[in-house]
C-alpha cells in the first residue's frame, strides 16, 4: 500500500517547521502587545454556524467546506475559517456582559474543498486577530496596522494594502440595483462563473480575477459614491489614521471580499511574488455578525493570514539556529558527566546534542563538522580527574579549559 498525505494537505517539517513556529510565535507576541488573548475554539464546529455566519450563496459554504455527520447525527464542518467559530464562542461564553473591548487572535488548521494550487491548499493554516464592541474607525486603522506591522516584523516587502468600504446593507441594496443595471447590457462578455454571480451575488464579480470581468468592472460604478455621511466619515477617518500610523494603502473600489459578513472598512494585504494567490492578510469590519449570529448589535472588525502563504515570502535567513552545544566524550564515566551537563545547559535553554553510544572522538568530531555548533564541550580522560572540561569555539577554532561548574557562565557570558 501506498500510503501519502491526501491531495491539497501536507506535512510541515524542516525549515519550513521551524518558519511555522517562527511565524505564529512572532505573530503571537505582537498581537499580546496590542492586548489580545489567544482563542483556542474546536477544529470542527456544527454545520449552521458557518451557513449563518459566512453566509449560503458563498463560495466557502457552496462548495468547499468538508462536512460529515457525527455518529450521534449531529451535521458537522472542518471549520474553513476563524472569524464564526470566535463570534460564536463570544457569544456562548457571554463575554459581551463581562468585558466591552474584547481582542482575541487565533492559529491553526482550516479546511476548504478548493482546487490545491501553489499558496492554495485544501488544509491551511491562519494567523488571526478579532476584536469586539469599537466601532471608532481608529480600531479599523490599528488592527490594519497591526497586520501590517506583524508582515514587516517578519520582514517581507513589497506589499501593497488594499482598503476600500462596502458600507452597510442600505448602501450595498442601492449599490447592488446600480451595478446589476450596470452589467446588463455586458453579460455577454461576463466568464461562466460571473454569469450566475450577476443574480446571486453581483459584488462578486468586481473581484473576478478573469481578465474580461476585470475589464468590464473597470468603468462601473464605485461603492464609495453609495455611501451615507456616517459610512463616509467612517472611510475617511480611517484613512487618516492610517496615515498616522505610517500605513502606506491604496483604495481599490473593487475590492469587495469573498464572505458575506464584512460592513464599512474591508482591506487586504496583497503580493505580486505568489503568482494568482497574492492575498496574504486579509479582513474587515463586521458590524452585523454578531447580531445575525443571536446576539446584540456588536462592532467587531478583524483579520486572518495564511500562514503558508507568509512561510513561501519568508526569507530563509530569517531562521536563526539558536546557540548549539555538542559534547564529546569517551567511556562510561565521560558519557555520565556529557549527559549530566546536556540536562544543565537545556534547562538554560541552550540546544545541546550529544552521541548515545560510545564513539571515537574521530567520529564525534566529523559529526560536529556537520552540525556545526557554536560550542564543543570536550570530556577527555584529564577533565574527569579535575572535573573540567574543554569548551572549544567552533567558529573561531580557539579552546580553553573550565571548572565543571563554570560551564554554563562560559557559554551565555558568550554570543
Ligand atoms: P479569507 O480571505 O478567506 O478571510 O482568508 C484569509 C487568508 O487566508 C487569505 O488571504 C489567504 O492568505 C489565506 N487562505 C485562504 N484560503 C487559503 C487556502 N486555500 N490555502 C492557503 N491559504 C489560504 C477569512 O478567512 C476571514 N475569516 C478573515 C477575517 C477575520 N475577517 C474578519 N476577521
Redesign the pocket.
Known sequence: MNLKTVK?TKDIFGLDSQKYNYITQTAAKLFEAYGYNRMITPIFEETALFKRG?GEGTD?VDK?MYTFETKGGVDVALR?????P?VRSYLQHKIYGKEDFTRWYYYGP?F?Y?K?QA????E???V???SFGKSDPVLDAEIIAMGYKLLEKLGITDLEVQINSIGGKDTRTKYREALINYLSDKNDNLCKDCKTRVNQNPLRVLDCKDESCRELTKEAPSLIEFLDDAELSHYNKTKEYLELFNVKFVENKNLV???D??SNTVF??VTNKLGS?G????????DNLVQQMGGKPTP???????????MLLLDDNKIEDEKTAFIVWMGEEAKKKAFTYAQKLRMAGIKTLLEFEDKSMRAQFKKTDKIKPDYILIIGEDEIKENKVVIKDYKNRTQESYHEDDILVALEGEK
Do not use: C, H, K
Open positions: 491539497g459566512i466557502i468547499e474553513p475559517e476563524g472569524t464564526a470566535i482550516m476548504r478548493e490545491p499558496g492554495r491548499y485544501r491551511f493554516n491562519q488571526g486577530a478579532e471580499r469573498g464572505l459578513y464584512y487586504e494585504i494567490q492575498t496574504v492578510l486579509a479582513g474587515g469590519r463586521y467587531a472588525f478583524g483579520f486572518a493570514a495564511g500562514v503558508e502563504r507568509l
